[in-house]
């Protein structure tokens, strides 16, 4: 049963994950739509948005053409439905984390209002459904890529790296990149190299992209305990190994070209787009260089690449989707 005691959660110590509230007067029961509001909060759906946004795309150029209603719709509810598994499991094991924090200090599992048993009952319940989803619905390729995805993420990333390494978000960012490949084997029952190039470019994206939110986020990063790269390091030396990625990024996403037989659209935008978050990311290098800012840095620059990260992924995807489709 959940918790309804408004005041704020007690961390505290010993095993990862464990969150106690203060006794206090028991508040008014939660009607069923709060209920339902604070269920689908865990599973992050503006983060699902995003992993979606590689799927289509991905299963378009798998099939050289459109793959079929039946066969997008069920792939990107299985997608959805593992997704929100795994960000619902790791909601319970960094309650006592995501307290200390203040984007995060509002999660149900930390007000109390879904108890660490429901929200993991939930998060496996999910997570078993969306494999069976694929199984019978799908291919079994794509159920057991589905599998690895969660596990990647609830425990490659949150379980053992996210708190013991400032690498944790570039090889715990590899369960991002699995819709991709979900998509691929979907539609092909198989993985072939542009499913992996595909894979690559999301791959080195993520540096790019999560670590400007924790330049912005440094502060509650550092109180919570959590080792990114922008807590350990200089702006300047998390700056420059972004734009590090970012070049590699862009020869990847280049590389889909003769891998998958893109024409020259795809080239044109991958190639524009790409020198366009490059420009975004030596600003911020520069800015992150000068002494006086070295603090600082990591606010309204690093979100304006945080964003354009999120531009850049859409604009090379839908490149990747249109392709297929011209005359030449």
Not at 7 to 33: D, E, I, L, Q
Not at 64 to 73: E, K, R
Request: proline share 6%.
């Amino acid at each position: 049963m959940a918790h309804t005691d408004s005041r704020p959660a007690r961390v505290t110590s010993g095993a990862p994950g464990r969150v106690t509230h203060t006794p206090g007067t028991v508040g008014h029961r939660p009607t069923w739509r709060g209920r339902l509001a604070a269920y689908v909060s865990l599973t992050k759906p503006r983060v699902i948005e995003l992993l979606l946004v590689t799927t289509v795309p991905t299963m378009i150029l798998a099939a050289d053409g459109w793959p079929g209603l039946w066969l997008v719709v069920a792939t990107l509810v299985g997608g959805a439905v593992a997704a929100g598994s795994a960000n619902a499991l790791n909601c319970v094991f960094d309650r006592d984390i995501d307290a200390k924090m203040g984007r995060t200090k509002r999660r149900p599992l930390v007000t109390g209002e879904i108890s660490p048993r429901a929200g993991t009952i939930f998060g496996l319940t999910l997570g078993v459904v969306s494999i069976a989803w694929f199984a019978l619905l799908v291919n079994v390729v794509a159920a057991a890529l589905t599998l690895a995805a969660i596990l990647l993420y609830v425990v490659g990333y949150t379980m053992i790296l996210k708190r013991r390494t400032s690498q944790n978000i570039v090889w715990g960012g590899a369960a991002g990149c699995m819709p991709v490949v979900i998509g691929w084997s979907a539609v092909t029952g198989s993985l072939a190299w542009p499913a992996l190039v595909l894979f690559g470019i999301i791959f080195l994206w993520t540096p790019p992209h999560y670590w400007p939110l924790s330049m912005r986020f440094r502060a509650d990063y550092e109180a919570a305990g959590v080792p990114m790269l922008p807590v350990v390091a200089s702006q300047r030396r998390v700056a420059a190994e972004m734009l590090g990625y970012a070049v590699a990024m862009v020869a990847c996403s280049l590389l889909l070209t003769p891998v998958a037989g893109m024409s020259w659209v795809y080239t044109v935008v991958a190639a524009a787009a790409g020198a366009w978050f490059l420009v975004m990311c030596v600003r911020l290098m520069r800015l992150a260089s000068r002494p006086e800012t070295e603090r600082t840095a990591g606010r309204a620059p690093a979100m304006a690449v945080f964003h354009a990260s999120i531009t850049y992924l859409t604009l090379v995807f839908a490149a990747v989707a249109v392709d297929p489709f011209l005359p030449w």
